[in-house]
């Protein structure tokens, strides 16, 4: 008699573990629909931050090819391209604030180590806008030609160290997709 009343007590624990897990996946899936939304919203701003950062670049390059002698004209170019660094690390820091947000609910490990480093990717990337500022800052600050070479190269150097970083966390997020085509929407 034992037997058979634990017997039916286990199927009974394994009924209720089934109800439950049911139930979980309706929330995983839920949550994973709300991490997709968000992933949607913080790639929506990394379009934008594409945008101003090819802005800014644009603005930096006029500003490098101005003429020595319409400086005037070069430190306008070079307060636009702040202007536009400035709203691509906006757009970066937004990316990764929902990246974030999403890699914070109950989804599976592989999604959630991914969303994570896309938001290190993205503060990095806002890091690297904030950083590039620096050049056409040094123009409007520099009182002569080698002044403003000793720092431009100076902050293009950190620039293109805090890019490779980006990368570098960016290579990882996608490997996890690469291995995962099945975890990742279409877009």
């Known amino acids: ?9 286990v ?16 929330t995983n899936t839920s949550d994973t629909d709300k991490a997709n939304k968000l992933v949607d919203e ?17 603005k930096k390059d006029q500003m490098m090819h101005t003429d020595i002698r319409r400086i005037a004209e070069a430190r306008v ?17 937004a990316a990764a604030a929902k990246y974030d947000e999403a890699s914070r609910l109950q989804i599976s490990d592989k999604f959630k ?34 002044s403003f070479a000793i720092r431009a190269n100076s902050n293009n150097t950190k620039v293109d160290q805090l890019a ?3 990368e570098d966390i960016g290579a990882q997020a996608d490997k996890i997709q690469k291995d995962n085509p099945d975890m990742f929407k279409k877009s």
């Not at 199927?11 to 309706?26: D, E, K």
């Not at 636009?80 to 757009?91: L, M, N, R, S, V």
């Not at 896309?118 to 123009?139: C, H, I, M």
């Open 1 to 9: 008699m034992f037997p058979r009343y634990f017997s039916s007590h």
């Open 42 to 58: 913080g790639n929506a701003a990394v379009t934008d931050a594409k945008k101003f950062v090819s802005d800014a670049e644009a």
């Open 113 to 146: 180590q991914y969303l994570i480093l896309k938001s290190k990717e993205f503060n990095k990337r806002a890091e690297v806008a904030e950083t590039a500022k620096g050049t056409p800052q040094a123009l409007i600050e520099s009182t002569n030609r080698s």
């Open 164 to 166: 490779k970083e980006a």
């Open 11 to 26: 199927a009974f624990v394994l009924l209720i573990a089934a109800i439950w897990a049911c139930g979980s996946s309706t």
């Open 77 to 93: 170019r070079a307060a636009e391209a702040i202007a536009a660094y400035d709203k691509a690390a906006e757009k970066c820091k």
